[in-house]
């Protein structure tokens, strides 16, 4: 199908999209085409797309738990359906009336899991990893997990940094670049940009002003693996829950600003949340500080 490849343009250079969101919607759509094709015996072409119904999407998505995808899974495989059916009207290729008449299963939306105050110091700090690896390996380790901790960044933020930007010095601000490319501006805090500093101070290597900050042994940029290797290793050595990954430091940094009186407002900005629905998810974590405000300051709870 030749639109093919101009809707996956469309989905990066327009939308914006990651190459994994592109990937999975590839993907689905491929996995769609291929459930019309045994549906209709022949390879389908697009008007068979446009004249799929609601019926026919109702059978994929049948066929598809079937396959035992979830309900996480099959809502993503449908909106990447959609998201073809969309470019195909904007093309005007001709309607797609599935588009709004299939109804997906609902998610239920999990809580983020934070550690506790105590336990993500430690898995931040450089004292707590083994001795058994160069200095400025742990000190890298320590200044990624400082920056997930101590300005709630994505792994894949922390990494994205360049060596001109390092938040070093006097340099409390990050410009970040996070989904969909949208970019804001997060405080970085004295204790992490100390660590930042003597990553810096330790490196082997002569960073390239327009290459990334955190290298690997080999000076090439880090595998966001490795750190999640680092924090499973932590996670053993310190008692921790299979609770505590990388990304966990980010729910804790959202958590703990919000038992400290943060304002979700302010949260969903420095997270870089588009909609406050999604930063409001802390507020169930937090259910406990939020009795404790009611019990102090309600006239009827004395």
Partial sequence: MGLLAGWLGHLSG????????????????RQFLSF??????????VQDVLAVDAADMRAFMASRRLDGLGSRSL???????RSFGRY?????????????????????????????????????????FDGGTDPWILARDAAVLGLLYGAGL???????????????????????????QKTRHVPIIESVRQGVQRYLDLCPYKLDL????FVGVRGGPLSPRLIQLRVERLRGALGLS?????????????????????DLRSIQELLGHASLSTTQLYTAVDRGRLLDAYKSAHPRAQ
């Fill in 14 to 29: 327009v939308r914006r999209s990651s190459p994994h969101t592109i990937d999975a919607y590839a993907r689905d759509l």
């Fill in 210 to 213: 327009t290459g990334p900050l």
């Fill in 75 to 81: 809502v993503r495989g449908v909106a990447g359906v």
């Fill in 242 to 262: 299979p609770d505590a990954t990388p990304h966990a430091l980010r729910h804790s940094f959202a958590t703990h600003l919000l038992a400290r009186g943060g």
């Fill in 88 to 128: 195909l009207e904007r093309q005007d290729q001709g309607e797609f009336p599935a588009l709004f008449g299939t109804r997906t299963p609902k998610i239920a939306r999990s809580l983020p899991k934070p550690l506790a105050v105590s336990d993500a110091r430690r898995v931040v700090s450089a004292d707590s």
């Fill in 154 to 180: 994505r792994i894949s933020e922390a990494l994205g940094i360049v060596r001109r930007d390092a938040p070093v010095g006097t340099q409390d601000n990050l410009l970040v670049t996070g989904k969909g």
């Fill in 36 to 45: 019309l094709k045994d549906r209709l015996t022949h390879l389908p072409d």
